[in-house]
């Protein structure tokens, strides 16, 4: 939050979020304070991938059994396994966070 997103009006937050992160409620008001943080403190658009590594592994070894495995991208939403290599690994590399 120390950049003046204001001008910029195109950054984003990329956030990739491991499934067992949000099975609670709790986990769910945890994700919900985070955005409103982000949001309120000048934040103008988060990204999220809810995906774990493995999975993304999987998919990129058998891609057949992952047709439907759907990745946020940059500002879109794409199918996994259609994806070139290059940015397969880029979603793969991106930190994956904890609440």
Same mark, same amino acid.
């Given at each position: &939050?120390?950049?003046?997103?204001?001008?910029? *009006?195109?950054?984003?937050?990329?956030?990739?979020?491991?499934?067992? &992160?949000? @099975?609670? $409620? $709790?986990?769910?008001?945890?994700?919900?304070? &985070? =955005?409103?943080?982000?949001?309120?403190?000048?934040?103008?658009? =988060?990204?999220?991938?809810?995906?774990?590594?493995? $999975?993304? $592994?999987? /998919?990129? #070894?058998?891609?057949? *059994?992952?047709?439907?495995?759907?990745?946020?991208?940059?500002?879109?939403?794409?199918?996994? =396994? #259609?994806?070139?290599? /290059? =940015?397969?690994?880029?979603? &793969?590399? @991106?930190?994956?966070? *904890?609440?």
């Amino acid at each position: &939050m120390k950049v003046n997103q204001d001008p910029y *009006q195109g950054t984003l937050m990329n956030r990739k979020l491991h499934p067992a &992160m949000l @099975r609670s $409620e $709790e986990d769910l008001v945890k994700l919900g304070s &985070m =955005i409103k943080t982000y949001l309120t403190h000048g934040g103008k658009h =988060i990204q999220f991938n809810v995906v774990d590594r493995a $999975e993304m $592994e999987d /998919a990129k #070894r058998h891609p057949e *059994q992952h047709s439907d495995l759907v990745v946020r991208v940059a500002g879109y939403s794409a199918y996994f =396994i #259609r994806l070139p290599e /290059a =940015i397969q690994n880029e979603v &793969m590399d @991106r930190t994956e966070q *904890q609440l």
